[in-house]
């Protein structure tokens, strides 16, 4: 019952959105897809959904019509986004490592022969050689490991089956939307912009490489940066692409009539509401002091 009272709510409020009727009504449909579920959409979603129509609505802020907009034609949801950017999106960034390109920057500025790039080369040739075995470690037969008792056990997250010949295809197409995005980032109003693609490693001021649980962390960070470019800036579906150039361009375009209903009922219950009368004393006191 409470579910049902959610989406009157929400639905009585698309209704009033100052949106043309092709994008009401695509509104509304997405509305109630997302209340088909017997729980429900989840709590949080609701919560930003009340907030961005109060927002709209009450307080006349119609720059959150962006918003709108947004969760309508730049869902974030497995079925509408592209299949290799929702494996990038999920896909832990230990995946990708290998296939990333990584630059070290004292290799491009200095020569290959210099006692400085080997001493570089070889520091970091024996922090990757130095990662512990945990069988090592423990002592334990890589092929009998009797002494550990081992459970067949479910996972209790789904977790996302990709190949693994397939992580270098999506780091691929990463670069390509990537490149895409910087080259037209003036048109897209892109705010968070990452300068390079290329993990670029410095060295420190000792000339050597960082040790490797700072480079893992890094890469970490540079990588959820790409994510969260790609996140802001998601590619918009060709269907979805031509329909909003067709309200763009129709010339019989029109504003929902119920929204302008609404706000004349809004005007007309302001006038009849008679003053504070402290707020008039205080106008009254200005005017005074203004003459």
């Known amino acids: 019952m409470k579910i049902l009272h959610t989406y009157r709510g929400l639905l009585r409020s698309v209704r009033r959105l100052p949106l043309d ?5 695509r509104a509304k449909s997405e509305l109630k897809n997302r209340f088909k579920d017997s729980h429900g959409p989840q709590s949080s979603l609701v919560t930003k ?3 961005t129509f109060d927002a709209i609505l009450l307080r006349h802020d119609y720059s959150r019509i962006n918003d709108v907009f947004d969760d309508l034609f730049k869902k974030r949801t497995r079925n509408s986004m592209s299949k290799w950017l929702y494996q990038l999106r999920e896909t832990d960034y230990l995946k990708l490592k290998p296939y990333w390109p990584q630059v070290e ?3 491009e500025i200095i020569d290959n022969e210099s006692n400085v790039v080997t001493k570089y080369d070889q520091k970091l040739a024996r922090q990757r050689t130095n990662d512990i075995c945990v069988y090592d470690f423990l002592k334990l037969d890589k092929q009998r490991n009797n002494s550990v008792e081992m459970y067949d056990l479910s996972p209790i997250k789904r977790q996302l089956e990709v190949p693994t010949d397939s992580y270098k295809c999506i780091v691929e197409r990463a670069k390509e939307l990537f490149d895409f995005l910087m080259k037209n980032h003036s048109r897209l109003d892109i705010s968070n912009k ?10 420190t001021t000792t000339g050597l490489p960082w040790s490797a649980d700072y480079r893992d962390l890094r890469l970490r960070k540079h990588i959820s940066n790409i994510k969260l470019l790609f996140e802001s800036n998601l590619p918009m579906k060709q269907d979805d692409l031509a329909q909003l150039s067709s309200i763009m361009l129709d010339p019989n375009f029109t504003i929902n009539p119920i929204f302008y209903k609404v706000m004349i009922r809004e ?3 302001a006038l009849e509401t008679p003053p504070n009368p402290l707020v008039s004393k205080h106008l009254q006191l200005k005017q005074l002091l203004v003459q």
């Open 21 to 25: 009727v092709i994008t009401l009504e």
């Open 49 to 51: 959904w009340q907030a």
């Open 105 to 107: 920057l004292i290799q």
């Open 194 to 203: 990452v300068a390079n693609f290329e993990m670029i490693y410095e060295p």
């Open 267 to 269: 005007r007309e219950k």
